[in-house]
């Protein structure tokens, strides 16, 4: 199984900060990744697929990059509604496998 | 909008069986294939099954392989799964989510607001 690395587990951040997180394939996966934010009791919500690609309807603000088994997940400007914790995805390999996630909060 | 909505979650037995339904609405449900997605208690996701939107095609996480099975039925656009010899692991909220490709697993564009599973003697 393909794991997924994802750094910071937590972090905690003011608003109009710039966030960034990291995560790491153990293997080559080419841009077949992905991010979603869980808010608190909520299911989770895509926001970033194929690595860089903004879904729509997703704020400007959130933004992705990388590619083979380095990849990162960026907050231009953090606002007090992304309090949620993040996970990343990948799709190269079965079984489909998440990062361990991201909590971001807010100072 | 589309809409998932899961239901069938509850407390049960070590060993026993339970059946998970997701309805779906306002897309078309042949079109696309479908997930099982859990989390437990405090923890991360865990992709559990995918089944191919024609049905042809279905996939398993190794921690349920043998033991749950993923369906649907066009007639009535719901998804399935069949959970038997539940163990106390399988405690958790369990998801379904639309995939945008129709065989194979790509990215979860919607999600249903989940099921609580507790298994417990």
């Known amino acids: 199984d393909i794991q997924m690395t994802q750094s910071p587990s937590s972090l905690s951040a003011s608003v109009g900060d710039r966030v960034t997180i990291t995560c790491q394939a153990s293997q080559d996966i080419n841009t077949y990744l992905n991010w979603y934010q869980q808010k608190p009791g909520k299911a989770p919500k895509l926001l970033i697929y194929d690595a860089s690609n903004l879904e729509s309807g997703v704020p400007s603000r959130f933004s992705g990059g990388g590619s083979g088994t380095d990849f990162t997940f960026t907050i231009s400007s953090l606002q007090p509604e992304d309090l949620a914790t993040y996970y990343c995805q990948q799709y190269d390999t079965l079984p489909v496998t998440f990062g361990g996630g991201t909590k971001v909060e807010i100072k | 909008q589309v809409q998932l909505m899961e239901s069938g979650g509850g407390v049960v037995q070590p060993g026993r069986s339970l059946r998970l339904s997701c309805a779906a609405s306002?897309?078309?449900?042949?079109?696309?294939?479908m997930h099982w997605v859990r989390q437990a208690p405090g923890k991360g996701l865990e992709w559990v099954a995918f089944i191919s939107n024609d049905g042809s095609n279905k996939f398993y996480a190794d921690s349920v392989k043998g033991r749950f099975t993923i369906s649907r039925d066009h007639s009535k656009n719901t998804l399935y799964l069949q959970m038997n010899s539940l163990r106390t692991d399988d405690t958790a909220v369990y998801y379904c989510?639309?995939?945008?490709?129709?065989?194979?697993?790509?990215?979860?564009?919607?999600w249903g607001q989940g099921t609580l599973v507790t298994v417990s003697s």
């Open positions: 989510a639309k995939d945008l490709n129709p065989l194979t697993p790509y990215y979860f564009d919607n």
């Open positions: 306002r897309f078309p449900f042949t079109t696309y294939g």
